[in-house]
């Protein structure tokens, strides 16, 4: 585990409730979900994001627990049996599962209050108006016209066939938003040009789609036991990929084509942006 | 409908994602489960409040509305078949029967979101740290320790008789940090002394718990034809509630004794209270 990934799982151990205050089985549950797993993808974005615009660490792990938080509550929710009913994630029992439903729910549902609390309560920006720039930019992209929005999407086109565009609609949506607040959020903790602001959003779009792309592509040819999840399932459940839209080999192409995209967006920013570089490779790269 | 309730439903309507922008059915479901019902009791004691500090009714509609959505959401997934199971709400039927529970899970978390963004994408307070101080009140009373940690306080209770205390510590979270957001929300949309915000703070808390009382009350001994919703399934649920544990006649007299609290800690601010006096009288002696 690298030193961000040792640092986050810290501050998230801390920033969440402890599991023995009260109401303790719902502490138990949102702790659950979210300690001990996961790749932090999005809390590594905002760290490299925040390498870009001379960010302090302290403020960095708010915001990148902030956009973790987020994430971690749609994965409970959208792994409920009214969802995609799935009973194992990063190698556990779902948290409905283990808890129940009833108490999934409500763990989702209180981690979501707990970001917005958490963006709120810690100084994050010197510029008040910039720290509700990032309350405002955390709740578009977590709402119906962001990732809740692409998870209906995503439902409604369960058994259908879609088209390599109306594909990459529901995943802008529903993975790409809230990969690109990490990098915004990342960066609205230090100082940055409008220009470099515009190139790291370029970066953010192109590794937030090759992630899904990838993530289809593991999907499609990963063993449980790799995973540590259900594989093969988005295949079982009718559910639309890119591999299903376009073959594994165009899918590939696509995934580098995007990395290249990404890498390209941060160039100019020459070393600070070298955390990103590695980042892009290893969204595209990885092989879980 | 009076004045404000006649406002709220406008701004609610308007604030809403409209129901033709896509996903068209989450946004559908989002409007149905807010608008066109509830009695907008947090609307109404935003507003009361907000009168007490002189605040623009701009302000306050969306302050309002945020804490309104807060509540919509809850609902929503209270009425769950994981959680209360319930199919009618409002005298229609409840979300997840009109729309699916993926669908109405699904409106419920973007109702959260949303009330979020509107208290950060609208200015509402002079000091932008007021503002953020909003945004912090609302995530709390929300969460864990607030409102989403009483649900699950309820769900543990069930099937269990309750003491007074316990029944109280329940309430205080599960309906009555909203009710205390509402008017601290109102309140800080204006300005006010110190002395005058714990005035407000003291008659919301008996206000948030006669609320709950009186529910109790009504579930007891009302018809499903006035409540607009199962009325008794409280008690077939087997639910603590303050009649269960203190019987009919001492629940009407705590109901009696919390709106005299309610109007003393207000006395002093005079007329500009005027609101907030006729609000407590309407949460005691309601008949719905």
């Given at each position: 585990?690298?030193?961000?990934?040792?640092?986050?799982?810290?501050?998230?151990?801390?920033?969440?409730?402890?599991?023995?205050?009260?109401?303790a089985?719902?502490?138990?549950a949102?702790?659950?979900?979210?300690?001990?797993?996961?790749?932090?993808?999005?809390?590594?974005?905002?760290?490299?994001?925040?390498?870009?615009?001379?960010?302090?660490?302290?403020?960095?792990?708010?915001?990148?627990?902030?956009?973790?938080?987020?994430?971690?509550?749609?994965?409970?929710?959208?792994?409920?049996?009214?969802m995609?009913?799935?009973?194992?994630?990063?190698?556990?029992?779902?948290?409905?599962?283990?808890?129940?439903?009833?108490?999934?729910?409500?763990?989702?549902?209180?981690?979501?209050?707990?970001?917005?609390?958490?963006?709120?309560?810690?100084?994050?920006?010197?510029?008040?108006?910039?720290?509700?720039?990032?309350?405002r930019?955390?709740?578009?992209?977590?709402?119906?016209?962001?990732?809740?929005?692409?998870?209906?999407?995503?439902?409604?086109?369960?058994?259908?066939?879609?088209?390599?565009?109306?594909?990459?609609?529901?995943?802008?949506?529903?993975?790409?938003?809230?990969?690109?607040?990490?990098?915004a959020?990342?960066?609205?903790?230090?100082?940055?040009?409008?220009?470099?602001?515009?190139?790291?959003?370029?970066?953010?779009?192109?590794?937030?789609?090759?992630f899904?792309?990838?993530?289809?592509?593991?999907?499609?040819?990963?063993?449980?036991a790799?995973?540590?999840?259900?594989?093969?399932?988005?295949?079982?459940?009718?559910?639309?990929?890119?591999?299903?839209?376009?073959?594994?080999?165009?899918?590939?192409?696509?995934?580098?084509?995007?990395?290249?995209?990404?890498?390209?967006?941060?160039?100019?920013?020459?070393s600070?942006?070298?955390?990103l570089?590695?980042?892009?490779?290893?969204?595209?790269?990885?092989?879980?």
């Amino acid at each position: 585990m690298g030193r961000v990934q040792v640092r986050m799982e810290a501050a998230l151990a801390r920033l969440l409730p402890q599991a023995q205050v009260a109401p303790a089985r719902l502490h138990a549950a949102m702790r659950y979900a979210t300690l001990e797993g996961g790749k932090r993808v999005r809390p590594l974005l905002a760290f490299a994001a925040g390498d870009v615009a001379g960010a302090a660490a302290e403020r960095l792990e708010i915001a990148a627990a902030a956009v973790e938080l987020i994430h971690a509550y749609s994965l409970v929710h959208d792994d409920l049996p009214c969802m995609d009913n799935d009973v194992l994630r990063r190698g556990k029992p779902t948290a409905h599962v283990e808890f129940g439903e009833a108490t999934a729910l409500l763990a989702g549902d209180a981690l979501q209050s707990l970001a917005f609390q958490l963006l709120a309560e810690h100084r994050l920006a010197d510029d008040p108006h910039a720290q509700l720039e990032m309350v405002r930019t955390l709740a578009t992209v977590a709402g119906s016209r962001g990732m809740v929005g692409g998870q209906q999407i995503d439902l409604e086109a369960t058994g259908t066939a879609l088209s390599v565009p109306a594909l990459e609609f529901m995943h802008i949506h529903k993975t790409g938003a809230l990969i690109r607040a990490a990098v915004a959020l990342g960066a609205a903790c230090g100082t940055l040009q409008e220009a470099e602001r515009r190139s790291l959003d370029r970066y953010a779009k192109a590794v937030g789609l090759a992630f899904q792309v990838v993530d289809d592509i593991l999907d499609y040819d990963a063993s449980t036991a790799t995973l540590g999840k259900t594989a093969g399932k988005d295949a079982k459940q009718g559910k639309p990929t890119y591999v299903s839209a376009m073959g594994i080999i165009r899918a590939r192409e696509m995934a580098e084509s995007l990395r290249a995209q990404a890498l390209a967006a941060v160039q100019a920013l020459g070393s600070r942006a070298g955390r990103l570089v590695s980042l892009a490779d290893f969204i595209v790269l990885r092989k879980f």
